[in-house]
């Protein structure tokens, strides 16, 4: 399956999200750490030595509704959450709900108004 058919079907935010998921380039503690952010440590809050998408996705104990995410997905490995359209999709929600991320709270919140992108308005009008 091509990257554009994996992505099928998922938000702006979502899609986002799944970048960020499949380069490993995402702002939890570990790689901000590791490319010099002061952050203190890679630790997660929970207390695991490196907060990683893989420790946030599969063992965080601090994320709730997980068991119902990887339903959802229809698995638990995190190499086929990452690389299934089902999964992908099931993962970049779950983990745009549980405010990971700063960047995705007003996501979050327009899905929870019932807002989508045929209610925004546009910043400017061209005349």
């Not at 929970?46 to 995410?69: D, F, S, Y």
């Not at 899905?111 to 992108?117: I, P």
Request: with cysteine; proline share 5%.
């Amino acid at each position: 399956m091509n990257t554009q058919e994996l992505r099928e079907g998922l938000t702006k935010a979502e899609n986002t999200m799944a970048t960020l998921l499949r380069t490993g380039i995402i702002g939890l503690k570990d790689w901000l750490y590791w490319v010099g952010v002061p952050v203190g440590s890679p630790r997660c809050e929970c207390g695991w030595p490196r907060q990683t998408p893989k420790h946030v996705i599969l063992l965080c104990p601090l994320r709730t509704n997980r068991e119902a995410m990887l339903s959802v997905a229809g698995t638990e490995n995190y190499n086929t959450l990452l690389s299934t359209q089902k999964g992908l999709k099931a993962v970049t929600r779950w983990l745009i709900s549980q405010n990971v991320l700063d960047q995705f709270r007003v996501a979050k919140e327009m899905v929870m108004e019932g807002k989508g992108a045929s209610n925004r308005r546009p910043l400017m009008t061209l005349q």
